[in-house]
């Protein structure tokens, strides 16, 4: 069903989520997207001033504090970013009858199942960013009918770059590349993403929960292999195609606990909108071929 011209706020706009949902979005609707240092989030009372400056009838939170070592040492700052002003947000956004479209993570999860987490399954999270990401996602969901907190997992998007373009960056001066080969998700592409959202503008759609990411599952050594494989039929001039397997336990230097199985079931995305989610492995394709390919090889 076609979505009428929305008045849309995005906030964190430097983001690699929210930057390509902006451009997504700016074709069809008036997008005013928003980033430090014109935003932060961090103070709640100017958050709520800045909020209330600006008519809007859809606002998207890409804000967070998304780096997970980094929230185990800076407790107070995630905890304010992640969770104090989702709250801000859904207030200001339901008291004017505006939908929010927050989005959170699979870090909400341990990783223990071994099936795909659905929204009814009951939230663990290992870290503290997944803790704070809960608390924010109970603070948007308690505020009204109009809320709306996605999931999503391993973005990826043309508004800066993820592990699948600092791969690429990698195997163009490297020979030997690696990644972890024992912890499993689904990449989420930010312009399928768009599609996927862009329903919800309509406010019959109902709020609350939902699990948004691709079809299929994979764990970062079989999401790089496929990334270098397409970058190479794509014309970039990589040095290897080969992604070697490490282990989680041998990444020394992460800080945060990490879900080794976070992969999302998104049948109730599908259920309410109608829309399947299409496999990484054809997004990534569509997003490598534009972001990455030599000019001469995509004319
Ligand atoms: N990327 C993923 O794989 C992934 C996976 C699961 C869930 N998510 C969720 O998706 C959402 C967007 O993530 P993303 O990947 O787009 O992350 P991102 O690229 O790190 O974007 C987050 C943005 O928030 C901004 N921000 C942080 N603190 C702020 C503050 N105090 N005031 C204003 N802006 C602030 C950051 O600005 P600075 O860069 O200037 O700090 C950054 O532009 C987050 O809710 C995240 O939890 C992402």
Redesign the pocket.
């Given at each position: 069903m076609p979505v009428s011209p929305k008045k849309i706020l995005i906030?964190?706009?430097?983001?690699?989520?929210?930057?390509s949902l902006a451009e997504c979005w700016r074709a069809h609707h008036k997008v005013t997207a928003l980033?430090?240092p014109e935003?932060?989030?961090?103070?709640p009372g100017a958050l709520e001033r800045l909020l209330d400056s600006y008519d809007f009838d859809i606002l998207v939170?890409?804000?967070?504090?998304?780096?997970v070592d980094r929230c185990e040492q800076d407790r107070e700052?995630a905890r304010?970013?992640?969770t104090v002003?989702p709250g801000v947000m859904a207030r200001s956004a339901e008291a004017r009858g505006a939908r929010l479209i927050?989005?959170?993570?699979?870090?909400v999860f341990d990783g223990t199942q071994r099936e795909p987490y659905t929204e009814s399954d009951v939230a663990h999270p290992c870290g503290w960013?997944g803790a704070t990401?809960l608390d924010g996602e109970n603070e948007v969901l308690a505020t009204g009918r109009l809320g709306m907190v996605v999931?999503?997992?391993?973005?990826?998007g043309p508004?800066?770059p993820?592990f699948v373009d600092a791969l690429i960056s990698r195997a163009q001066t490297e020979d030997h590349v690696e990644a972890i080969a024992d912890k499993f998700s689904s990449p989420?592409s930010?312009v399928d993403a768009a599609e996927w959202i862009e329903p919800f503008f309509n406010l019959d759609l109902p709020g609350g929960l939902y699990h948004a990411c691709n079809a299929g599952e994979c764990s970062w050594q079989e999401y790089g292999a496929h990334a270098l494989a397409v970058a190479s039929e794509a014309g970039v001039p990589v040095r290897t195609t080969t992604v070697a397997p490490i282990r989680l336990a041998d990444m020394k230097q992460f800080i945060a606990p990490r879900p080794i199985f976070s992969i999302l079931s998104t049948r109730k995305l599908t259920s309410v909108t109608g829309i399947s989610p299409r496999h990484w492995r054809d997004s990534l394709r569509d997003y490598i071929f534009k972001k990455h390919a030599p000019l001469s090889s995509t004319t």
């Open positions: 906030l964190g706009a430097g983001g690699r989520l929210a930057g980033k430090r935003l932060n989030v961090a103070d939170n890409g804000t967070g504090l998304t780096n700052e304010v970013v992640n002003a927050h989005f959170s993570t699979d870090y960013y990401k999931r999503v997992s391993w973005v990826f508004a800066k993820s989420t930010a």
